[in-house]
């Protein structure tokens, strides 16, 4: 979005304990409408048997991901994003090393607390 000069002299900082978008955008609220909206269905013609059925959308993606993962008009790059994609959720994402330049792993830090003096109470 693109702001004039005539917006940009209409802003006004917001002031001290001041919270301009209270609610703002929820991750959760997204994820929430996402989920709904993948569970509705949408109808599908069966090439086999020329019938229409409906699906849910979650169905359907799958099946277009699995589609994409073989077939032979996408690219290379696209099938293995696709296979990459399958294998994760089916097997789990494979364990990333840490590792430095080189590939060398690197060491976990070492914290050494060294106390500079005890304080001790003695009785009165």
Do not use: F, H, W
């Not at 917001?14 to 703002?24: I, Q, S």
């Not at 993948?38 to 048997?49: A, K, M």
């Amino acid at each position: 979005m693109i702001v004039t000069k005539k917006q940009r002299r209409n802003l006004k900082p917001a002031k001290k304990g001041e919270v301009r978008n209270p609610k703002g955008i929820s991750g959760s609220r997204c994820k929430e409408k996402l989920a709904k909206l993948v569970e509705g269905t949408i109808s599908i013609r069966d090439l086999n048997t020329g019938r229409s059925k409906k699906l849910p959308y979650r169905e359907v993606m799958l099946m277009k991901l699995i589609k994409n993962s073989i077939d032979d008009n996408n690219t290379a790059s696209e099938q293995i994003k696709a296979v990459i994609t399958i294998m994760e959720r089916l097997e789990g994402k494979a364990v990333q090393p840490i590792s430095g330049p080189e590939g060398i792993p690197l060491q976990p830090p070492i914290i050494n607390i060294i106390p500079i003096g005890v304080i001790e109470n003695e009785p009165d």
